[in-house]
């Protein structure tokens, strides 16, 4: 029984690491950041392309092969740094390779949904929808301003200075 226990810990501390990793690349690396935003707006505009189970299941797996990617280039990077902090020819291939990997998910993403996305009707249905209620166009243009916060200043800065400004408010 204690051993199956044990298990069981080792099991849920590794899904915490993962979390953790997870965590470590959204608040430090823009690019993930960039891609968690262009995964958010793929899956609003999809709504108004009526895609089957199957489509949706490649665009789930296109997310995937992206973030995965970007995720291991970031480990890829983060162990060069330390294995060497001067600069190394080798360490650089390294990085460009890994870097190249995240440029490939990505090129073959936008693929994808140009395949998944090249559609009249879907264009049309999303047009109705914003043009129907004037508020949503603002509504989105606010999303925009949101998801460049997000990504070029990132979620620990903002919290930061959200803080700060309550904390001179308070005084």
Known sequence: MTDRIQRIKKLIKSFRDAL????????NERNMRIHLVAVAYVLFVSL?????????????LTFALVIGAEMVNTAVELLTDL???QYNGVAK???????????VGALFAVGVAVCLFWRADGFVCMYRYFIGAAY????LLLSFAASGLFV????????????ERINRKRK
């Open 93 to 103: 291939v390294a990085k460009d390779v890994a870097a190249g990997a995240v440029l």
């Open 136 to 139: 949503r166009i603002p509504l």
């Open 48 to 60: 108004f392309f009526g895609l089957s189970r199957g489509e949706y299941a490649i665009l789930f």
């Open 83 to 85: 294995g060497a902090p």
């Open 20 to 27: 953790r990793g997870i965590r470590f690349a959204v608040l």
């Open 152 to 163: 070029f200043i990132g979620p620990r800065s903002l919290w930061r200075g959200l803080k």
